[in-house]
């Protein structure tokens, strides 16, 4: 790092203040003409008596740390209007420790303290507003605030989705061929329907009961139909239809997804009307449960790699996030027959 870059600022007086500053991806999308959305990063300096802003500025790509200390640097000569006057603090409080490690010395040099601290809620209401009008009316909760999930559960999750869709079960099976499953094993049934067949949208969704399936089946208007069935859908698509706690949760935790392109896109609709809200954590291990293990179901089991699909059933294991619970898979289903 230059040297000058922290002199320009040895001259000003010294105040006894304490800020906070952070480099993270902002809660928003920017939407380029002719080009793909993308999450900008942000780097807000806040004086942390006060909560006065110093500096909020948006950036395409990760600030290294040259970028956020030139920006430390902009904070204390250029203060937003009405954030004060022209001073170098006493201590700056960074959330990344790789940074404080970088800035530490040079500002040192100019006598400010710099330290590593993990979380700064007025940033964090800062960031949730601009949240709020990005997001709209959209006030899903990030997976990780289902009660009962773990990171480890979603990281099973994202890699079973990855893994199905990588062998597109779908291709040999159409929405009218669902299957019963019971997880745990034992348990009562409930039916999956693999989606994509018709090329459209991929994934899997799944019905709680006989009911909700048959009125998905049924001759009733499509509007109806969502107004009175439940369901949980997990199908692919690009980044900005999740929650960005969710992608923030992706980077933290790096579970994997198959490309930019085929996020898994979790959602329950909710009767009456078309609420969509989140699964809760039995529905999520059902979901990961039966994206691991459909696809050797459907070539293996079913043998649709030499034609029709053939009856079948059978137990499967699953990995130990499970708990030791296994999944049973049943095909075909009597739709509207009384044996279910």
Avoid at 155 to 171: C, D, I, K, M, V
Wanted: proline letters at 9%; hydrophobic letters at 40%; a negative charge.
């Amino acid at each position: 790092m230059p040297k000058e870059t922290v002199e320009r600022v040895a001259h000003l007086p010294q105040d006894g203040s304490a800020w906070v500053a952070t480099a993270c991806r902002a809660r928003a999308w920017i939407s380029p003409k002719g080009r793909p959305s993308y999450r900008p990063y942000m780097i807000m300096v806040m004086e942390a008596s006060c909560g006065l802003i110093r500096l909020g500025k948006v950036v395409a790509d990760a600030p290294d740390a040259d970028v956020v200390l030139s920006s430390l640097i902009y904070a204390m000569r250029n203060p937003v209007a009405g954030s004060g006057k022209r001073v170098r603090p006493s201590r700056i409080a960074i959330d990344d420790r790789n940074l404080v490690g970088a800035l530490a010395g040079p500002l040192s040099q100019i006598g400010i303290q710099c330290v590593y601290e993990e979380r700064f809620p007025p940033i964090d209401f800062a960031m949730r507003d601009l949240e709020r009008s990005s997001r709209g009316d959209d006030d899903r909760p990030g997976l990780l605030d289902i009660p009962g999930t773990t990171p480890s559960l979603l990281e099973e999750l994202f890699a079973a989705a990855a893994f199905f869709h990588g062998r597109a079960p779908w291709r040999r099976m159409d929405n009218w061929m669902p299957v019963e499953v019971r997880y745990p094993a034992g348990g009562p049934c409930r039916y999956l329907i693999l989606l994509g067949y018709g090329g459209e949208e991929y994934g899997l969704a799944y019905y709680p009961t006989i009911a909700d399936l048959r009125a998905n089946y049924s001759d009733l208007d499509p509007e109806r139909v969502f107004e009175r069935v439940t369901a949980v859908s997990l199908t692919y698509g690009e980044a900005n239809l999740l929650t960005f706690d969710d992608l923030d949760a992706i980077e933290k935790y790096r579970w994997p997804v198959a490309s930019s392109t085929l996020y898994p896109f979790l959602i329950k609709m909710i009767p009456p009307g078309k609420r969509i809200g989140v699964p809760d954590v039995d529905e999520i291990k059902l979901m990961a449960a039966a994206l691991r293990t459909l696809p050797d179901f459907v070539s293996k089991t079913l043998q649709v790699d030499a034609g029709k699909p053939q009856p079948g059933q059978g137990i499967f294991c699953l990995p130990d996030v499970h708990g030791g619970n296994g999944i049973a898979l049943r095909f075909p289903v009597d739709i509207f027959g009384t044996d279910n």
